[in-house]
């Protein structure tokens, strides 16, 4: 009777890591690529009016704000209601038109969402709506804070 034996391989397998640092570095690049840190610089004072029915928007890389509000001046002082969308206050309301349309052609499920002093006048923000419509941002949202 023959009795037969397993071959065992005579060499360790081990894992190569010299690539390990690469990978990590590649993968620590991509997540500082798509990760969004920046936070808008407020140059308006914006206290949102209360609201009971809120839907949240889950999808907050859609959205675009639009302040409107009293500047801030130096001093903690207030003054006249402005606009403001990204870091830049808009003097002219008219330019808001082509702002917002050329954001809409980047992304056409933008969503704006309007954030407005509970204090500011009604008229500029009719104005502002009027420029909106003539950009063809239909998908308005109107940002409030819960009642408690």
Known sequence: MAHFKKKQAGSKQEIPTSAMP?????????????TVLREVTLKVRVNLTQAENIEK??????????YIGPERLPGNRLGEDKVQIDDAIIE??????????DKLREQPKLIV???????????LLTDVQKELQQASTFRINYSTRREP
Do not use: C, H, P
């Open 22 to 34: 690469d990978v990590v570095f590649m993968l620590l690049f991509f997540f500082m690529v798509t």
């Open 113 to 123: 969402s309007l954030r407005v002093d509970e204090a500011s006048e009604f008229g």
């Open 57 to 66: 928007i889950e999808q907050k890389r859609l959205l675009s704000y639009i």
């Open 92 to 101: 002219d309301i008219g330019a808001i038109r082509t702002l917002m349309y």
